[in-house]
């Protein structure tokens, strides 16, 4: 049929748009079908293992903080008989016990030694943690019924060997020091159970100017005709191990 035929013919000229567009959807389908799964694909899941060591982390320094901030606050109150009088008299933390003020600081290094370990080194750290936790809690415990700080304030407020403080309270600080050393205690056992599953320092905390693809691995790389003639015009053995590409 020629060209004058075929425009004369309407029925040739809309059978053939047909084809056309017949041909033509599939090809736009798919590419709709392409592009929408670009668009709606989910990103990639996050790490379960970075998510267990964000909380035990957090809850390394929450335990910490709390275990150092009521160091200094007041355990213990009672009275001093001296000289026909009372005198108010007072016991912290810190005059109970020192230690959960030195394993509250454990704490805190231990949460470097997190992040800078892996494998068996981490599970250590994650030991000597839960041990730190487990004594500033027992500490704690003994510290809401002891009395000997408190005794050692009135013979001091006296001036007089062997008095002791009558009338004597304990506060619930030493009950808050408890629940911090157990959030210690917590996140040691989380690091101990779970440790040798979470990621180390990545890359970016190598040393500055280290560069993926250089060292031994680089030097391994395949010397081409060029790196070659290069070494010879260097004065180097080009079949050397030294010779750089």
Do not use: Q
């Amino acid at each position: 049929m020629s060209a004058d035929e075929t425009a004369a013919d309407p029925t040739a000229n809309g059978a053939a748009r047909a084809a056309g567009s017949v041909a033509t959807e599939p090809v736009a389908e798919a590419a709709e079908a392409t592009e929408a799964a670009e668009v709606g694909a989910p990103g990639p899941a996050k790490n379960p293992g970075r998510r267990e060591m964000s909380a035990a982390l957090v809850l390394l320094l929450v335990g910490a903080a709390v275990v150092l901030s009521l160091a200094g606050r007041v355990w213990a109150r009672g009275k001093a008989p001296a000289h026909g009088s009372l005198f108010a008299i007072e016991a912290t933390g810190s005059a109970v016990s020192k230690a959960p003020t030195a394993l509250g600081l454990v704490a805190l290094a231990g949460f470097v030694a997190v992040l800078a370990t892996r494998g068996v080194w981490r599970v250590l750290v994650g030991l000597v943690l839960a041990a730190a936790g487990a004594g500033v809690a027992a500490i704690a415990v003994a510290g809401a019924s002891d009395t000997s700080a408190v005794n050692a304030a009135a013979a001091s407020k006296a001036a007089v060997e062997g008095v002791k403080a009558i009338d004597v309270t304990h506060t619930a600080w030493p009950w808050a020091t408890f629940l911090g050393g157990l959030l210690i205690l917590l996140a040691g056992v989380a690091v101990m159970v779970r440790g040798r599953r979470w990621p180390g320092m990545s890359s970016r905390y190598e040393a500055p100017g280290a560069t993926p693809g250089t060292g031994r691995a680089a030097a391994k790389r395949p010397r081409t005709s060029a790196d070659l003639w290069n070494a010879l015009d260097r004065g180097e053995d080009p079949t050397g191990e030294d010779a750089r590409p």
